[in-house]
């Protein structure tokens, strides 16, 4: 089955992802707490699921508490990496586009 029409944007209103100018072959939802952190602040989660044609998307699991904060996470092909996050429960969106 393919997707379509699925936009982000940054903060500045710039466009990040267009699907509708391309087809999304897999949408895969995750729940994942962060563990503990290792050397330089950083957590690392083996996620098989983000290949070289992912898009990641992270929130929180509660956007309505003011007083959570997402950490910064970024994402390379089979992991991500969650700076100063230990123990928060995060929901990960994987796009996967063709």
């Known amino acids: 089955m393919d997707y379509y029409g699925a936009r982000t944007k940054n903060a500045s ?12 072959r897999s949408i895969i939802t995750r729940q994942v707490t962060v563990p503990p952190i290792t ?10 699921e ?7 998307c992270v929130t929180l ?6 007083n959570a ?3 910064s996470v970024f994402w390379s092909t089979g992991q991500l990496r ?3 996050g ?3 429960v995060l929901n990960v969106f994987i796009l996967t586009y063709q």
């Open 13 to 24: 209103g710039v466009v990040t992802l267009e699907s509708s100018i391309m087809t999304v």
């Open 69 to 71: 904060v997402l950490p």
């Open 39 to 48: 050397s330089d602040f950083t957590s690392y989660l083996a996620m098989p």
């Open 86 to 88: 230990a123990g928060l």
């Open 50 to 56: 983000i290949t070289a044609q992912s898009f990641v």
């Open 61 to 66: 699991p509660d956007p309505t508490n003011e």
């Open 82 to 84: 969650v700076r100063r």
